[in-house]
């Protein structure tokens, strides 16, 4: 029997995979609408995108990681992901994100860090953000067990590891290059492990919110016109490393970290980054994305209203059931989802 309490935990597990097998992808106008409604590559795409940020969100959770080892997990998962799928350090130039088209950047390793990084948030950290956003009461809980959690893990990192041993992509994967790279997976899970934080809930301020999307966009744009000019790997990192540092500082100082309002700065970001991917032939795989980021939007700001109007703060690991302003927030998305009307308040007899 399906409790309600573990209906919404599948509901939210499953707008993370949901939107981070679509957006990332649909965003980027890598894939068209076409080739996700085939089951094949909609299953492809499920397994290697949708599912690792559901894994990685629920291994966040469990180590109390929070934002900050969501987001390291996520550069595990872009090495993973660039370096074993796609092979990004061994042929730089000409990838797929349309970003690119700004510059025909020549480097190796360095590009992988950029790509790195935006798989990151692209991938992991955004659509994980928005679901938590949608379901703020569940984002410090659990939603998987142990052996959920290692089932899941597995067709990815299996697939990852066949297509770099394979011919695929122009180069053929060494076993001594695959240990290295999930050694470096590993130190940045380990790393992702051992930092603390649960997620914060604060409604904040919603203009910085609004602005962090596209500010995101115009720094990776950045980055992007100065790999252009082909520095050496080192220099760049740096620099680029700097500037990430840089962008996260600003962001804790914004209070953009907290949710929904990080939900708002990653519908955001997908909204400028869709324009601007499908800038040139504007088709109907723009307009489903711009539908479904609407659909998400109306759902965050219904939240985001509903939290400003508490004015309610701080972690909500115990807002399902707590007695308080989070029980009302509780008891109002339960009336919604349910399409209860408000409980009346019974008439004082004279």
């Given at each position: 029997m399906i409790t309600p309490g573990r209906r919404e935990r599948l509901l939210a597990a499953l707008t993370v995979v949901a939107l981070a097998t679509l957006l990332p992808e649909l965003t980027s106008a890598n894939t068209s609408v076409d080739v996700l409604l085939r089951p094949v590559p909609l299953l492809l795409f499920a397994v290697l995108y949708g599912v690792p940020a559901l894994v990685l969100r629920e291994v966040t959770v469990r180590t109390s990681s929070g934002l900050a080892g969501l987001f390291v997990g996520g550069l595990a998962y872009g090495v993973l992901n660039e370096a074993l799928?796609?092979?990004t350090s061994f042929r730089p130039g000409g990838l797929p994100v349309e970003l690119t088209a700004l510059a025909r950047p020549e480097l190796g390793w360095g590009w992988l860090a950029f790509l790195a990084v935006w798989q990151a948030l692209a991938s992991i950290v955004f659509p994980v953000a928005i679901a938590h956003s949608l379901f703020p009461w569940q984002s410090n809980s659990a939603w998987l067990n142990r052996v959920q959690l290692t089932l899941l893990a597995l067709p990815a990192l299996g697939l990852a590891v066949l297509i770099f041993l394979s011919p695929q992509g122009g180069h053929d994967g060494t076993a001594v290059e695959l240990a290295g790279w999930l050694g470096l997976v590993t130190v940045l899970l380990v790393v992702a492990g051992r930092l603390r934080g649960p997620w914060a809930v604060h409604p904040g301020r919603l203009v910085p919110a609004l602005l962090g999307g596209p500010g995101l966009v115009v720094f990776l744009?950045?980055?992007?016109?100065?790999?252009?000019l082909r520095p050496p790997d080192p220099v760049f990192v740096l620099l680029f490393g700097a500037g990430v540092a840089a962008v996260g500082w600003a962001f804790v100082?914004?209070?953009l970290g907290r949710l929904p309002g990080l939900?708002?700065?990653?519908?955001g970001w997908y909204v400028v980054t869709a324009l601007f991917a499908h800038r040139a032939a504007p088709d109907w795989s723009l307009a489903v994305t711009l539908l479904v980021l609407t659909l998400a939007g109306v759902g965050v700001g219904r939240v985001y209203r509903r939290l400003a109007a508490l004015g309610t703060s701080g972690s909500v690991a115990s807002w399902s059931g707590a007695s308080g302003p989070w029980s009302r927030v509780w008891s109002w998305w339960r009336r919604v989802a349910a399409r209860r009307p408000r409980p009346q308040?019974?008439?004082?007899?004279p």
């Amino acid at each position: 029997m399906i409790t309600p309490g573990r209906r919404e935990r599948l509901l939210a597990a499953l707008t993370v995979v949901a939107l981070a097998t679509l957006l990332p992808e649909l965003t980027s106008a890598n894939t068209s609408v076409d080739v996700l409604l085939r089951p094949v590559p909609l299953l492809l795409f499920a397994v290697l995108y949708g599912v690792p940020a559901l894994v990685l969100r629920e291994v966040t959770v469990r180590t109390s990681s929070g934002l900050a080892g969501l987001f390291v997990g996520g550069l595990a998962y872009g090495v993973l992901n660039e370096a074993l799928l796609s092979k990004t350090s061994f042929r730089p130039g000409g990838l797929p994100v349309e970003l690119t088209a700004l510059a025909r950047p020549e480097l190796g390793w360095g590009w992988l860090a950029f790509l790195a990084v935006w798989q990151a948030l692209a991938s992991i950290v955004f659509p994980v953000a928005i679901a938590h956003s949608l379901f703020p009461w569940q984002s410090n809980s659990a939603w998987l067990n142990r052996v959920q959690l290692t089932l899941l893990a597995l067709p990815a990192l299996g697939l990852a590891v066949l297509i770099f041993l394979s011919p695929q992509g122009g180069h053929d994967g060494t076993a001594v290059e695959l240990a290295g790279w999930l050694g470096l997976v590993t130190v940045l899970l380990v790393v992702a492990g051992r930092l603390r934080g649960p997620w914060a809930v604060h409604p904040g301020r919603l203009v910085p919110a609004l602005l962090g999307g596209p500010g995101l966009v115009v720094f990776l744009t950045a980055a992007v016109l100065l790999a252009g000019l082909r520095p050496p790997d080192p220099v760049f990192v740096l620099l680029f490393g700097a500037g990430v540092a840089a962008v996260g500082w600003a962001f804790v100082r914004l209070g953009l970290g907290r949710l929904p309002g990080l939900g708002v700065v990653a519908l955001g970001w997908y909204v400028v980054t869709a324009l601007f991917a499908h800038r040139a032939a504007p088709d109907w795989s723009l307009a489903v994305t711009l539908l479904v980021l609407t659909l998400a939007g109306v759902g965050v700001g219904r939240v985001y209203r509903r939290l400003a109007a508490l004015g309610t703060s701080g972690s909500v690991a115990s807002w399902s059931g707590a007695s308080g302003p989070w029980s009302r927030v509780w008891s109002w998305w339960r009336r919604v989802a349910a399409r209860r009307p408000r409980p009346q308040a019974p008439a004082v007899r004279p």
